[in-house]
């Protein structure tokens, strides 16, 4: 069982409001990610990190900034929210390396609504 | 660039019936995915396969994997309702540090 924590859950927000979600892994896992779903659609990548003050852009461009000063908590930031954001964020985690398969575990989501 | 496909879509089955499910992908890659997702739900992990040929199971469902065509198949069998959900396969490009290319998901409906 992945031990992986998104807050909140649920965000509903008015336009230019500043936001982070939240996300902590306590399984150790250098690398974690950003996914961005919109409802019925398939994931995209915004952003990853390889583990402590490692910070990379995804396929999917966004507004959205990250930072990873702690190997368990990797945070997403949105200086100025717009209703163009509306949409879950999923964070997910998995191990650097390795000869096994790196199974990213994922979050329960935030879902985020900007009015 | 990546692109991951999947076929059907969308799919709605009897109770007790065979099906499977289609993944393509583009370009060359060492592990590919399948995750089970719930409505309102996160991702579930369902299987890793890792070299041509692999074969898993799990209860009703089997995946399998065809590197040279670059193709992996999900198997349903004798479908029950409680394997209703989007199934979403995803590949991984070389290098494994860059995360995952999803495909647009399969949305599974089993109707009594």
């Known amino acids: 069982e992945a031990d992986i924590y998104q807050t909140p859950r649920y965000l509903v927000i008015g336009t230019g409001k500043k936001i982070t979600l939240e996300c902590s892994q306590t399984?150790?896992?250098?690398?974690m990610y950003w996914y961005q779903q919109d409802p019925g659609m398939e994931l995209h990548l915004i952003h990853y990190s390889y583990g402590v003050n490692s910070t990379e852009k995804g396929d999917l461009s966004s507004e959205s900034t990250v930072s990873r000063i702690r190997t368990e908590h990797f945070p997403l930031t949105l200086e100025s929210a717009r209703p163009s954001h509306t949409s879950q964020y999923l964070c997910a985690s998995s191990e650097l390396g390795g000869m096994g398969a790196d199974t990213q575990y994922f979050g329960p989501g935030t879902r985020l609504t900007v009015l | 660039e990546l692109k991951v496909e999947q076929n059907p879509l969308f799919l709605s089955m009897q109770e007790g019936k065979n099906y499977t499910i289609y993944c393509n992908y583009s370009?060359?890659?060492?592990?590919l995915y399948w995750y089970r997702q719930d409505p309102g739900k996160s991702l579930e992990s369902l299987f890793v396969?890792?070299?041509?040929?692999a074969v898993k199971q799990e209860g009703r469902l089997m995946a399998s994997l065809d590197t040279k065509a670059r193709l992996s198949t999900l198997h349903i069998t004798a479908a029950v309702h409680d394997l209703s959900a989007t199934y979403f396969c995803?590949?991984?490009?070389?290098?494994?540090?860059?995360?995952?290319?999803f495909g647009k998901g399969t949305h599974l409906i089993i109707q009594p």
């Open positions: 399984m150790g896992h250098d690398k």
């Open positions: 370009t060359t890659s060492d592990r």
């Open positions: 995803a590949v991984e490009s070389g290098g494994g540090a860059d995360g995952l290319t």
């Open positions: 396969l890792l070299s041509n040929g």
